[in-house]
């Protein structure tokens, strides 16, 4: 089975490639997350200046997946309003003739448990008690060579996925269900824990699903989008190989690695199934296989519950 290996991110940099950063030798890491949330509501909750829907999805949610909260203002109060957990401000885009959404990220990290969801406007303020969902995620145990351990990120490389995965635009690019990237079994689901030679890693999940397609077997785009990043692995890109960053909009952005070729250039717009490049194993690869990120408000969630439901 064909995994994607993790090099050792320089200790002067906030975040390695994959949205973690340890070494081998010591799995120092950063968590990357968000608040989970589940929004428990029997009918249309009444705020000042706002009236909170009972439309949110999924119903019943995860760790690991999206939490979308869709706001209705009450009339005569078109600015949209503001969503916060802790100290954490998510974007609210415009949904519909006459509504808001925001995207709440969560993490196979966090606890389940309450937390606050405070909504805001001109009008005023609220908080809504939330819980988290649990959800148990597989263990896999990896051991590595010496040679692959070693591997290690360029700064270039960092500072541009980072930057990439933090990309938030006003504009919708996606329409439905995401269709898959590649034709390929699932070699390795999003969320895997890991040990590595051995030791576990307590900060790390598998931020991404595993395609395990035939080499050279086409990448195509699994929704609507913009081509915002395009890296070599001659040119710099060592952990992620041949990889094409997508911007789908509004916060939501898919990562494609260890690509024996590339097919698009940056600028490029996409419609779902148009070709991306194929399969390979460039980059932290032990064989030939896709790795599919999905990220939303720069957190890695699952891409399977964008796949089965239609986030419109």
């Known amino acids: 089975?064909?995994?994607?290996?993790?090099?050792?991110?320089?200790?002067?940099?906030?975040?390695?490639l994959l949205g973690d950063r340890f070494s081998f030798?010591?799995?120092?890491?950063?968590?990357?997350?968000?608040m989970a949330l589940t929004i428990v509501l029997s009918s249309a909750v009444k705020i000042p200046g706002l009236a909170l829907s009972n439309q949110f999805t999924p119903a019943k949610p995860r760790l690991g997946e999206t939490i979308v909260v869709n706001i209705t203002p009450s009339p005569g109060k078109p600015n949209p309003p503001t969503i916060k957990v802790g100290s954490k401000t998510y974007p609210v885009f415009e949904a519909g003739t006459n509504g808001f959404r925001a995207m709440v990220p969560t993490t196979p990290l966090e606890k389940p448990g309450e937390r606050d969801l405070t909504i805001a406007d001109n009008a005023g303020t609220t908080t809504l008690k939330v819980s988290v969902s649990d959800r148990k995620f597989p263990i896999q145990r990896i051991n590595f060579s010496p040679g692959k351990a070693g591997i290690e990120a360029t700064e270039l490389e960092l500072?541009?996925?980072?930057?990439?995965?933090?990309?938030?635009?006003?504009?919708?690019?996606?329409?439905?269900?995401?269709?898959?990237?590649?034709?390929?079994?699932?070699?390795?689901?999003?969320?895997?824990?890991?040990?590595?030679?051995?030791?576990?890693?307590?900060?790390?999940?598998?931020?991404?699903?595993?395609?395990?397609?035939?080499?050279?077997?086409?990448?195509?785009?699994?929704?609507?989008?913009?081509v915002v990043l395009v890296g070599y692995e001659k040119k710099g890109f060592r952990?992620?190989?041949?990889?094409?960053?997508?911007?789908?909009?509004?916060?939501?952005?898919?990562?494609?690695?260890?690509?024996?070729?590339?097919?698009?250039?940056a600028g490029q717009m996409l419609s779902p199934g148009d070709p991306i490049g194929a399969i390979g194993s460039t980059g932290s690869s032990t064989g030939p296989h896709l790795h599919w990120g999905l990220y939303v408000n720069a957190v890695s969630v699952d891409p399977v519950q964008w796949r089965s439901t239609a986030i419109d």
């Open 239 to 265: 952990v992620h190989g041949n990889v094409v960053g997508v911007d789908h909009g509004q916060g939501v952005v898919s990562i494609f690695m260890h690509m024996s070729k590339i097919s698009v250039e």
């Open 25 to 34: 030798r010591n799995w120092r890491s950063i968590l990357l997350g968000a």
């Open 159 to 226: 500072q541009q996925v980072a930057a990439f995965k933090a990309t938030v635009s006003p504009d919708k690019l996606w329409d439905g269900k995401f269709i898959a990237p590649n034709q390929g079994r699932t070699s390795s689901p999003y969320g895997v824990r890991r040990y590595y030679n051995g030791e576990f890693a307590k900060d790390y999940y598998h931020r991404g699903l595993d395609y395990a397609g035939g080499y050279g077997s086409a990448v195509v785009a699994p929704a609507g989008g913009k």
């Open 1 to 16: 089975m064909a995994k994607s290996l993790f090099a050792k991110a320089s200790p002067q940099l906030l975040n390695s």
